[in-house]
């Protein structure tokens, strides 16, 4: 005889329990009789920018998120294959159990061009057996569908400005205000988990009431497989994972906020919030994020809370422009530099993942970069401009090397900022943005503090030497020419003569 209905929830880049949209509604639909479902995709395993760095932190935390659904009362199946072979062979296993088929299974939206394909394509096998499907925001606070350009509905936004004043008459809607003020419960879940207090068991259903021990204990052996075998190849120090991690960071943050407009470019000091490698895998969201500080539009606009929540907006345009523009994946978003001629040195391109180009700001954030997983947001720009102005070399490969080696590395952020420091993007000036690697390094790192963490071979020159060491037989000399090269890069652009373009010191 069949039991009661139940639900299945498809974790994707949702890893965390408490304020997960498509789970509360699964839960609250089956009253608590919710299982979790992930699958391990091997074409995300085998694509050419995969970092085994990335991917093992994105295993502590299904770890983490498998043993707390184990202690509330669920638990985490997890699957070696991709979904359309994993659901075929795990619903067939559950229609010969004594509680059937799930009347239903959740998950929330993701935007990649492939994500939407695979879901578009789950729907019509999960409809065909008879099987509700549910899926919720989650990801993003507000999606592409809701920011509407008043003078042409049609026609999306390419400019970061005028989608930001849109975005912001949006979050001042009360359906989006709805969305921030409910992740107050799902924040308040994770206090009670950081003082340590018992979780009350709010789910009522485990996978071994439904399938075979042995089954069960073989997606326990899939996840400590690949926790054992990758782990041996993880070459940096990785941050602790999980939803309470991210929240313990964000309560971190919260400290320092009031001080993010003057410390944000500053990569020497702490002045970023490092949650960027948490909201990659969704053990954090921006609505979670905007709900625990209480972000809102009407902040000064010169304070810390107001530059902070700008910079969440970018993160969500730029998810925005990949939905809308996919091509941005692959080739430029601008058709006029979709054929630029790249000189592509493959020696250069090594000194500048090596660190080793003769300009110590660059050099030391990618040493940062090869060393930690993760790059301070500011050099992030000050390196991929000096790729493409001053090395000349094709954007998309630098993107593909920050994605093997990020520990955030997230496609449409990514992508984003790489066409921004390209000026392949959403640009209609493409002559700006040359940065001038040594006039940054003095701006931004005037001491040379950030530098000589990363460079200890100039940790003895003087605050004055160091942005421009000479004579040292342990560093290498610039390989190329700043202006030489601003010259070729404007040449390149087909910049008219008459335009001199600026040293590009805009922020992103």
């Given at each position: 005889?069949?039991?009661?209905?139940?639900?299945?929830?498809?974790?994707?880049?949702?890893?965390?329990?408490?304020?997960?949209?498509?789970?509360?509604?699964?839960?609250?639909?089956?009253?608590?009789?919710?299982?979790?479902?992930?699958?391990f995709d091997r074409k995300f395993l085998s694509r050419s920018d995969f970092s085994t760095n990335r991917f093992q932190f994105f295993l502590e935390t299904l770890r983490s998120l498998q043993s707390e659904l184990e202690e509330l009362g669920?638990?985490?199946?997890?699957?070696?294959?991709?979904?359309?072979?994993?659901?075929?062979?795990?619903?067939?296993?559950?229609?010969?159990?004594?509680?059937?088929?799930?009347?239903?299974?959740?998950?929330?939206?993701?935007?990649?061009?492939?994500?939407?394909?695979?879901?578009?394509?789950?729907?019509?096998?999960f409809t065909q057996l008879g099987i509700r499907w549910h899926h919720e925001r989650d990801h993003q606070l507000i999606e592409a569908h809701e920011i509407i350009k008043e003078?042409?509905?049609?026609?999306?936004?390419?400019?970061?400005?005028?989608?930001?004043?849109?975005?912001?008459?949006?979050?001042?809607?009360?359906?989006?205000?709805?969305?921030?003020?409910?992740?107050?419960?799902?924040?308040?879940?994770?206090?009670?988990?950081?003082?340590?207090?018992?979780?009350?068991?709010?789910?009522?259903?485990?996978?071994?009431?439904?399938?075979?021990?042995?089954?069960?204990?073989?997606?326990?052996?899939?996840?400590?497989?690949?926790?054992?075998?990758?782990?041996?190849?993880?070459?940096?120090?990785?941050?602790?994972a999980g939803s309470l991690a991210a929240y313990e960071t964000l309560l971190q943050f919260s400290d320092?906020?009031?001080?993010?407009?003057?410390?944000?470019?500053?990569?020497?000091?702490?002045g970023t919030s490092r949650f960027s490698h948490f909201i990659k895998n969704g053990s954090l969201t921006i609505a979670q994020i905007v709900a625990a500080l209480d972000l809102g539009i009407a902040e000064r606009r010169d304070s810390g809370r107001a530059k902070f929540l700008s910079e969440l907006v970018w993160r969500e345009f730029y998810v925005y422009i990949l939905q809308k523009f996919p091509h941005v994946e692959t080739t430029a978003f601008n058709?006029?530099?979709?054929?630029?001629?790249?000189?592509?040195?493959?020696?250069?391109?090594?000194?500048?993942?090596?660190?080793?180009?003769?300009?110590?700001?660059?050099?030391?954030?990618?040493?940062?970069?090869?060393?930690?997983?993760?790059?301070?947001?500011?050099?992030?720009?000050?390196?991929?401009?000096?790729?493409?102005?001053?090395?000349?070399?094709?954007?998309?490969?630098?993107e593909r090397y920050f994605m093997e080696k990020l520990l955030d590395g997230d496609l449409a952020p990514n992508n984003g900022g790489w066409q921004w420091a390209a000026s392949t993007g959403c640009d209609p000036q493409p002559y700006f943005r040359i940065f001038n690697p040594t006039l940054?390094?003095?701006?931004?790192?005037?001491?040379?503090?950030?530098?000589?963490?990363?460079?200890p071979e100039l940790a003895r020159c003087s605050a004055r030497e160091i942005h421009e060491p000479k004579g040292l037989s342990a560093y290498p000399r610039p390989i190329v020419d700043h202006a030489q090269q601003r010259s070729k890069a404007l040449a390149l652009y087909g910049v008219p003569p008459g335009k001199k373009g600026t040293e590009g010191d805009s922020d992103a």
């Amino acid at each position: 005889m069949q039991q009661e209905h139940y639900g299945l929830h498809w974790f994707r880049r949702d890893l965390r329990v408490a304020g997960n949209p498509a789970l509360h509604w699964s839960w609250k639909e089956h009253r608590g009789r919710v299982l979790g479902v992930f699958c391990f995709d091997r074409k995300f395993l085998s694509r050419s920018d995969f970092s085994t760095n990335r991917f093992q932190f994105f295993l502590e935390t299904l770890r983490s998120l498998q043993s707390e659904l184990e202690e509330l009362g669920s638990g985490l199946l997890i699957l070696d294959v991709g979904p359309d072979e994993a659901y075929s062979e795990l619903l067939e296993r559950l229609s010969k159990s004594q509680w059937g088929l799930p009347a239903s299974v959740s998950w929330n939206r993701d935007y990649e061009p492939f994500a939407i394909e695979r879901d578009q394509r789950m729907q019509g096998y999960f409809t065909q057996l008879g099987i509700r499907w549910h899926h919720e925001r989650d990801h993003q606070l507000i999606e592409a569908h809701e920011i509407i350009k008043e003078s042409d509905p049609q026609s999306p936004y390419q400019v970061y400005s005028p989608f930001a004043r849109q975005w912001a008459k949006s979050f001042a809607k009360p359906e989006v205000q709805a969305r921030i003020q409910i992740q107050k419960k799902g924040l308040a879940y994770l206090e009670n988990r950081r003082q340590g207090h018992a979780s009350e068991r709010v789910f009522h259903l485990r996978w071994r009431d439904l399938l075979e021990p042995e089954r069960v204990q073989q997606s326990e052996q899939t996840l400590k497989h690949y926790l054992e075998t990758n782990g041996q190849k993880v070459t940096i120090p990785l941050p602790r994972a999980g939803s309470l991690a991210a929240y313990e960071t964000l309560l971190q943050f919260s400290d320092r906020i009031d001080d993010y407009h003057k410390l944000r470019d500053l990569p020497a000091q702490d002045g970023t919030s490092r949650f960027s490698h948490f909201i990659k895998n969704g053990s954090l969201t921006i609505a979670q994020i905007v709900a625990a500080l209480d972000l809102g539009i009407a902040e000064r606009r010169d304070s810390g809370r107001a530059k902070f929540l700008s910079e969440l907006v970018w993160r969500e345009f730029y998810v925005y422009i990949l939905q809308k523009f996919p091509h941005v994946e692959t080739t430029a978003f601008n058709a006029r530099f979709r054929n630029l001629a790249w000189e592509n040195r493959e020696d250069f391109f090594a000194a500048w993942k090596e660190g080793r180009t003769g300009f110590p700001i660059v050099d030391a954030g990618m040493r940062e970069l090869n060393t930690t997983g993760w790059m301070h947001n500011r050099v992030r720009m000050i390196v991929a401009s000096f790729l493409t102005k001053d090395l000349l070399i094709d954007w998309r490969w630098g993107e593909r090397y920050f994605m093997e080696k990020l520990l955030d590395g997230d496609l449409a952020p990514n992508n984003g900022g790489w066409q921004w420091a390209a000026s392949t993007g959403c640009d209609p000036q493409p002559y700006f943005r040359i940065f001038n690697p040594t006039l940054q390094s003095k701006k931004f790192d005037p001491e040379g503090h950030y530098i000589r963490r990363f460079i200890p071979e100039l940790a003895r020159c003087s605050a004055r030497e160091i942005h421009e060491p000479k004579g040292l037989s342990a560093y290498p000399r610039p390989i190329v020419d700043h202006a030489q090269q601003r010259s070729k890069a404007l040449a390149l652009y087909g910049v008219p003569p008459g335009k001199k373009g600026t040293e590009g010191d805009s922020d992103a």
